[in-house]
């Protein structure tokens, strides 16, 4: 008889059979079990040559219809002269006298659990299960013991076993289910488009040969079915656990929702988690997890299993509002169902700091290595994104601001808030006449004081004070930058700025390559793929540690005569002419909406350029319908700024700024669009920031300029330039309004489809061009 495997780690099946009461605040459970690891290695050294630590153990046993495939890490296995000691260590804040035996079952659960696995293994016939508590606060230790038998091990291990049977037959039922939709899976389109068939034998043949791909897939190509279909298949085949579909917006989350559902929708059954931060899933007025306060988190474990048990068996996609649908009938918080959910889905969709962020990363899925797969869309974004993720800065007014908002009688943490910010203060007067300074190697005599005062500040928000809110936002920076300190290596840099009397401190990752890499290699496969990823060797040094064996460029599906492309060579925006270039920039502007009545966009490098060239725009033609990005819109702003993309009696001209929100992600069909114009090559500003990524990848690759500053900017060109043609019957023109781009450094960076540019000098040649070129869809 064919067993169906179950695999699952002693933590987990204890955790689900006897965890109750309430949910742990988020600053407990993530910050304190991160606290934890270290105490665990602190306490594991002490324990000498006859403690072993860390010890792996694994155990397959048959029950009914059932493989069961258990294993875990044992904290402890101490060698005793007449016994065996399996150790169990368990952080806890809870006040030193109060901890006892009985205190928790679940501890126990999970150390005869691994107690049960070593005394198999190495028929011992008896084994003495030790708990360790350590309490956070007072850094005291309190031990207990228990004897047990083999076969007392055996009958509650078999216990355990009986209690998940239940659950593991729903899975079962429900993969069996499952597979067979999988296998019975066709491509959910009447046809291939041109390069979808290649790009999804390539994201295939990465998971067979547990790779890593690098695809650039054009606009039109249909990216997110290439690399779900087949992720999917190798799922039903048994190759991959699990898939994680993973974005940087949430309007291309959306793509792969609605891509999911439509699968769903023609007979697919897989259960598909989609994720959402947790500030938009909480149904309180206010955030606050203090049990005491949201009555979600109070008792959440003594609702959880019957509720998981309903949403799981009703439903096959869920997201943020099923998920606080449930939260409210049967009232758990949304969003930590969403992640206990997620342990039983297929599919996860959710944002990259899931996987990547050392701070918030899903530490259930990537503690140990599983076979999923990692499919990363618009990976051009997560270059700047790793970044963000692997850097951490201090400023010393809010540390200032942290000393103001604590009691006046925590003289501890305020005795080293005031320490911290001295040594701020000197960091700063250390600075050159730029008020700069940089340095390859972390400031360890500051971390010393920020791990004191991080220890001091765990203590103090154990009670209720008046700006515990305030002081936990504190908290975080302070422990965001002592966790990035423990990832520093040469790919990291320190620097520090002083503004007035005001000081910055950073830990800056100048490349995320390896650490990016140490999660990638969690799994099984990654698929790195974006329209625009050029050069792919920028983006291969700077997302993948080591020699990128996989890489895909696919050519455009649509018909390059519905694209007009044109290099406007009589125009210079370097900085020291952009006061000039601004005069010519409106008159081609002007040229080139009157041509074709409809709605054009123009991007600019930057806010300021583009105000100064509104205001002269503005004056020279005041009857011109001209729309301006905001700086700071939100969601409803937004909207409305894309509902103007509408059929116009005059024509309609938007200013907007390379790489904002109306860059990349969104999709101009039809006549919605008929002309883009990008001003410049999209180079970031030049600052001490970029100049230390310029000197690093000078040294790294002899190409530091290009890192640096050309090849980012470039990325942020192509992707404005991809608003224009979203679908086969779309057509209009782009012009590049920059000299640079005819030069040898940037014609490579144009992707094959967008080649076939004519070069124009003055408004007279672009209103012939594109006169000529409009009498054709006239």
Known sequence: MHLFQVKLSVKALAEFLYQHGDLTSAFLSSERANLGSRIHRLLQKRGGDAYQSEVFLKETTDYQEI???????????IQEENSVVVDEIKTTAIDFTAIHEDMNFTHWAQAYGYAYLYANQHEQMDMIIQLTYYQIDTDEIKQFRRHKTFVELRDFYLGMLEQYYQWAMRSHNFQTLRDASLRALAFPFSSYRSGQREMAIAVYKTILDEDVMF????????KTISVLFPALKALGEGKLERIFYLSAKTITANVAKHTM?????????????ALTAKEKMCLMDEKNCDPDVCPYAKGYYDRLRPALMALLEEHDFMDQPLFQEYGKTHQLCPFELSLDSALSADVIICDYNYVFDPRVYLKRFFSEPSDHILLIDEAHNMVDRARTMYSAQLKRSRIQELYRLLDPDSKVCRRLTRKLSTALKQAGAACDERGFMAYHEPNNDLLQIIAQLHKELDRYLQQEHENNDEITTLFFELLGYERIAELYDEHFITWVKQEGKDVTIKQFCLNPARSLTKMIQMGKAAVYFSATLSPIRYFTDLLLEGECRKKLALPSPFDPKRCKLLIHRGIDTRYQHRFASIEPIIRTIDTAIHEKIGNYIVFFPSYAYLKQTAECFKQHYPDTHLEIQDADMDETQKQAFLDLFQAQAESMVCFCVLGGMFAEGIDFKGEALIGVMIV?????????????LRDYFEQAYGKGYAYAYQYPGMNKVLQAAGRLIRDRSDYGFILFMDDRYLSAQYRPLFPLHMRHYECIDNEVQLKETLHQFWKEYL
């Open 680 to 692: 410049g090559v999209g180079l970031p500003q030049i600052n001490a920031e970029s100049d230390l």
């Open 215 to 222: 695809a650039q897939a054009p606009t039109g190509i249909g």
């Open 67 to 77: 493989r069961f495939v258990i294993d875990g890490r044992a904290d402890g296995i």
């Open 261 to 273: 559902k439509q699968m769903l929708d023609q007979g697919l059954h897989c259960k598909v988690v």
